[in-house]
């Protein structure tokens, strides 16, 4: 089964994908990701995979029989792919070199700009997950993109909010947003001609940094040659720093923010930032999202966010003596 279901309470869609419970558990002497395996080039730097076991899918089934006049579905169209960000099975963003970072960047670039071609998709959703505390069973350095045929509910909040901001401030939430937080500096970890790193006043996480555009860009196919090459070196450090906090390959979910696609048009309030959600509160312990993060949505994080950026400063300073 493979379907999208709506929720009358929130006005949402879920994936309804039950043909996800039949992935197998990867031998541990085997990584289809790797060259060798037949599965994957032999030779390559950055790679786009089709998933084996999309959510969505450009040709899905129809839905099972359920709907009725109250409860609605729809086919699980989309597309799901894994980008590969190596060919070897044990590195990690921190770990590559800027110019091969570079390369994975184009690729982000080039799978929006040609998923953003299928009129039926709404969304380009660009993200990693690492680390075993948040669900990773395959260790080979690896994100996905999924693009759904819906604006997902957090994304349609964002929308408004800054549609709204920009109707009545006549500027760009985001960039208002960026500019009081270096007016303030506290909560800066660190900034470059092009991007600026920085632990949001409202972050919902303890180490939830957020890298945004200096300059208004609604999507990342908009970054110029310079911006690609600082964006690669700004990941880079960021995750090297996340690594550098408490010594360990640090887990977090990363996720890259573009505007919308065949829609209305929102360029001129929409601005391209990466957000990241790392599990833990401190070096032994995580941060759970229990009923009030879940059931509410509702955050409350347990750290002060202009103390927390100190921590984030210096493990930023120890990486970059690495």
């Known amino acids: 089964m493979a379907e999208l279901r709506k929720h009358p309470l929130t006005n949402d869609w879920i994936m309804i994908a039950s043909n996800r419970q ?25 790679l786009k995979y089709d998933n084996d076991f999309p959510a969505l899918s450009q040709t899905p089934p129809e839905p099972d029989p359920v709907a009725n006049e109250f409860f609605e579905t729809a086919p699980a169209y989309g ?27 184009d690729l982000w670039v080039e799978r929006y700009q040609e998923l953003s071609r299928d009129e039926k998709i709404k969304y380009v959703f660009i993200f990693e997950n690492r680390g075993e505390v948040v669900g990773v069973t395959m260790p080979h350095p690896h994100g996905q993109i999924y693009a759904y045929p819906f604006l997902p509910k957090k994304l349609e909040l964002e929308v408004e909010n800054a549609g709204k901001y920009y109707r009545e401030k006549g500027r760009c939430l985001f960039c208002e947003m960026r500019e009081q937080e270096v007016a303030f500096q506290k909560r800066i970890i660190f900034q470059n001609a092009h991007f600026t790193v920085f632990l949001p006043f409202f972050t919902e996480y303890p180490y939830g940094v957020y890298i ?21 070196e700004t990941l880079k450090n960021t995750t090297g720093m996340l690594d550098s906090l408490f010594g360990y390959k640090f887990p977090y979910m990363m996720c890259l923010y573009n505007e919308p696609v065949n829609g209305p048009d929102t360029s001129d309030f929409f601005h391209f930032h990466i957000a990241f959600y790392p599990p833990m509160r401190s070096a032994d312990k995580i941060k759970y999202n229990a009923s009030s993060e879940t059931g509410a949505w509702a955050h409350c994080n347990p750290t002060c966010p202009e103390e927390t950026a100190e ?12």
């Open 22 to 46: 039949a992935r197998p558990q990867m031998p541990k002497d085997f990584c289809p990701f790797c060259p060798g395996s037949g599965r994957v080039p032999d030779h390559y730097d950055v």
């Open 311 to 322: 921590e984030l400063r210096a493990a930023y300073q120890r990486f970059l003596k690495k």
């Open 212 to 232: 945004i555009s200096n300059q208004h860009r609604s999507n990342i196919s908009q970054l110029n040659e310079e911006e690609r090459l600082a964006l690669a």
């Open 79 to 105: 597309k799901c792919e894994v980008i590969l960000y190596s060919p070897e099975h044990t590195i990690t963003l921190p770990e590559l070199p800027v110019e091969h970072i570079r390369k994975l960047v």
